[in-house]
């Protein structure tokens, strides 16, 4: 009875070993998502978490305007539905919420407002050119950081987690700003 029971523990283990290794990730993600797809209650979760910090992001962004934008998640990946400004607008928007945590995937639905020539201020271009330098740093992207450009200064306001990371963030603003001061208003604690 015993040498059964080791045969076919032996058998057991053996079968177990020679089981294909299982996948990486969910196949979900790597497919497309219809919108229709079920959920279950963690994932739903998730998604509303995602959510949350989507939402979050594009709201202490100044340069974004969230009128006309429905938001979804679901499985991570991010439907965005209405209109943008522009194709700058457009893009923006695609690059910030691809930048937050659980982002699988940007689905940009979004029509354009403008769809021409936009004329954009030199103040303004400066602005963008710092606040996507700050969004493709992996180190400052996280943080609440708004800029503010005027004909001789560049403002950085928010907040940053360590006195390293809003010394980075100067240099980062200073790197495009030209013949204009920067002028440091960012707090280090929490955010």
Known sequence: MNSLKSGLIGLLVMGMGCSPAPETGSPVYYEQTPKEAPRSVFTAAEDTL????????????????????????????VFLEGSARDIYHRRM??????????????????????????????????????????????????HPIMVRVTADQVILSGSVGAQLLKQKAVAVAKGYAGDRRVVDQLRVGNF
């Open 93 to 142: 928007i695609t690059d910030l919420i691809q930048t937050v945590d659980g982002v699988v995937r940007v689905e940009n639905r979004l029509s354009m407002i403008h769809t021409g020539t936009t004329f954009v201020t030199f103040e303004t271009l400066v602005q963008n050119q710092i606040k996507m330098a700050l969004i493709r740093d992996q180190e400052l992207r996280n």
């Open 50 to 77: 995602i959510l949350a910090r989507i939402k979050a992001k594009l709201f202490s962004d100044d340069l974004v305007d969230q009128g006309g934008i429905d938001i979804s998640v679901l499985h991570g990946v």
